[in-house]
Nanobody
Framework: QVQLQESGPGLVKPSQTLSLTCAVS??????????WSWIRQPPGKGLEWMGH???????GYSPSLKSRTSISRDTSKNQFTLQLSSVTPEDTSVYYC??????????????WGQGTQVTVSS
């Protein structure tokens, strides 16, 4: 059973960089056709896909967040990391990491972390 666990600070000051890590157990982040994504949900709003990193290390980002987002991985620790720069209170959200399987031209969500609340406030 694959499990994902987010970790990182729950409070970030405006203009700083938010950094979260997702530790994956029960499976390798290098497994072919799997992508590892970050999704967030602001209070009272829907889910927003932020970006992902592939089994080979290639990345993809939401156009609206691309200029501020970076996703990287550490294969030795089987984990991947989100960095979101220049945060504002509008970045306050529950942040989730999740797996996506690429199959026949589409991505399918599989495993999710429990989510972690990040508040941007001075």
């Amino acid at each position: 059973q694959v499990q994902l666990q987010e970790s990182g600070p729950g409070l970030v000051k405006p203009s700083q960089t938010l950094s979260l890590t997702c530790a994956v157990s029960g499976g390798s982040i290098r497994t072919t056709y799997y992508y590892w994504s970050w999704i967030r949900q602001p209070p009272g709003k829907g889910l927003e896909w932020m970006g992902h990193i592939s089994y080979s290390g290639t990345t993809g980002y939401s156009p609206s967040l691309k200029s501020r987002t970076s996703i990287s991985r550490d294969t030795s620790k089987n984990q991947f990391t989100l960095q979101l720069s220049s945060v504002t209170p509008e970045d306050t959200s529950v942040y989730y990491c999740a797996s996506e399987l690429y199959y026949s031209g589409s991505y399918y969500y599989g495993y999710w972390g429990q989510g972690t609340q990040v508040t941007v406030s001075s």
